[in-house]
């Protein structure tokens, strides 16, 4: 088996050894489903809550995907416009830094109270905690470019927007890449986060009510379910990386 194929199975691999320890665990000992359920058992909700499931996890999608929209645009457009400059970088920059510690699930009653319990908190929490690493990757990787090359570009008669965007943007990419499998994860954490405290709908939702009733395993059934969801829009995006920033990457 050659190197590719190995690292194409190795998580599929670890995941089975992790979920076979896991049952074997919960079986050995014992476990009560109601402090911590069994692969087994948190796959028997799956398909017993398979159609409830199945409708709040599109309801959680969809959401989460508006956010993420919201965040790929209003991060790129800041992305763009601080890191074209450099006293605005370096205005700027700490601000957003400032901004991003804080905790978006305080802002969850805030937005509860300009937009009503519904989709409207869930998609700006979703945008509030994905879009800042969006933005400083593209920032970065526009102003840090090599003051050299700009040197060069700018002897032979470049303006500073023809630097910017053919060398620049391009040079951007696969931070940009990497900064979309990154915020992609944040938004589904910021929507769930929102759902659980102002929606009646969605895995957040589910989460809530499943613990009310002392369902673990439903419980943990929309763990997975997001986390399945996640993984596999970071799937997406590194395929997408792979095929437009292959000249970024060795192999």
Known sequence: MNTNAIKTFAPWILLLALLI?????????????????????????????????????????????????IAVAVGLALGLLIGSSPVLYAAAYPLMTAFNALPKAAFVPILVVWFGIGAGPAILTAFLISFFPIMVNIATGLATLEPELEDVLRVLGARRTDVLLKVGLPRSMPYFFASLKVAITLAFVGSTVSEMNAANEGIGYLLVSAGSAMKMPLAFAGLVVIGAMAMAMYELFAVIERRTTGWAHRG
């Open 21 to 69: 320890v896991w049952q074997v665990v919960c079986s050995a000992f014992q476990v009560s489903e109601f402090i911590f359920p069994s692969p087994y058992a948190i796959g028997q909700s799956l398909v017993e809550y398979a159609g409830p499931i199945a409708g709040h996890a599109l309801r959680t999608f969809w959401v989460t995907m508006a956010g993420f929209a």
